[in-house]
């Protein structure tokens, strides 16, 4: 910036040189000032630069991959991830499914995890879920159907589930980011998050600031944990479109979109892969599940 005071006579480039030759300033002395400035200029972009810089020379840090479908990569840690669907169509047990596949530390093929598939949490990392549409009584059942289908007897101290419907929503992200906090710091690390659901955190899916605001909030925990984060949202009254201007951006910024219709033949829920910015929807096709009452939770149907 050249020191000028913005008035009609000292608002640009000549008025500078005008005012240090009346100082007494040769030109090549402000030649001189003019390349510092340049120079100045070019090491303080070159500095901002460096952050965000991608170079073939550099590569960055593979991700590790959590999770699949049909050997197509869903989402690697970093990941944001949308679940959406209608009401009652099964995206919040889809989504237990894959925390009771976070409690392992090694494969477990044995568990059904509705068709997706889950690598194990070798680190034992924390899990997180976060409850903003359910009561106490739905979220307790939710975790023992989790912890079921893990084949886990008791609840592993780094798997944590919070319902905040009695939390007012001004409050809400601020909690979660304190939580991610204090269970990076004792776990060693996030493996994965689930928010059910997203749009509980802001005034109104159809404010578009709000929209972009959250995701890009939603984007950067994952990012910064390098956890994978799942987020669930309803649809519009229609299969596949997503609830309002959070919906929109938010299929534009996952890394993956799994939508999860009731089947009308069967009543079964359906599962589809609408989006896979690691690999193909179409590869990774269709799975369905349903409610086993002998057993007393979904499971995948032939």
Not at 134 to 160: C, E, I, M, T, W
Not at 222 to 249: F, N, W
Request: aromatic share 6%; glycine share 8%.
């Amino acid at each position: 910036m050249l020191p000028l005071e913005g008035s009609k006579t000292e608002k640009d480039i000549s008025d500078y040189v005008k005012k240090e030759l009346v100082r007494g300033l040769s030109f090549e002395e402000i030649t001189l000032q003019f390349r510092a400035w340049v120079d100045e200029c070019k090491s303080a972009v070159e500095e901002a630069q460096e952050t965000y810089l991608i170079r073939l020379d550099v590569p960055p840090a593979q991700p590790y991959r959590v999770l699949s479908m049909g050997f197509q990569s869903v989402a690697s840690a970093g990941g944001l991830v949308c679940i959406t669907g209608g009401p009652g169509t099964g995206k919040s047990n889809y989504a237990g499914a894959i925390v009771s596949g976070t409690l392992h530390t090694v494969l477990e093929e044995s568990i059904d995890t509705l068709g997706i598939q889950v690598s194990p949490n070798v680190e034992r990392k924390a899990v997180l879920l976060f409850d903003t549409e359910q009561s106490d009584h739905q979220s307790f059942d939710n975790l023992k159907r989790v912890l079921a289908r893990a084949g886990v007897a008791r609840q592993p101290d780094y798997l944590q589930v919070m319902n905040l419907c009695r939390m007012p929503r001004s409050e809400r992200q601020a909690f979660i980011e304190k939580s991610l906090e204090y269970a990076a710091g004792k776990y060693n690390g996030i493996y994965c998050m689930v928010i059910d659901g997203l749009a509980d955190l802001i005034g109104s899916a159809n404010d578009e600031d709000e929209a972009v605001r959250i995701v890009e909030w939603a984007q950067g925990l994952a990012e910064k944990y390098q956890m994978v984060l799942i987020s669930i949202v309803h649809t519009a009254g229609l299969p596949e479109k997503v609830r309002g201007h959070l919906g929109s951006e938010l299929t534009r910024k996952a890394s993956a979109v799994i939508d999860i219709e009731t089947d009308k033949k069967s009543g079964n829920s359906l599962v589809k892969v609408l989006k896979l910015r690691e690999g193909s929807a179409a590869q990774a096709g269709m799975c369905m599940f349903g409610w086993d009452e002998k057993v007393k939770m979904h499971v995948t149907c032939a």
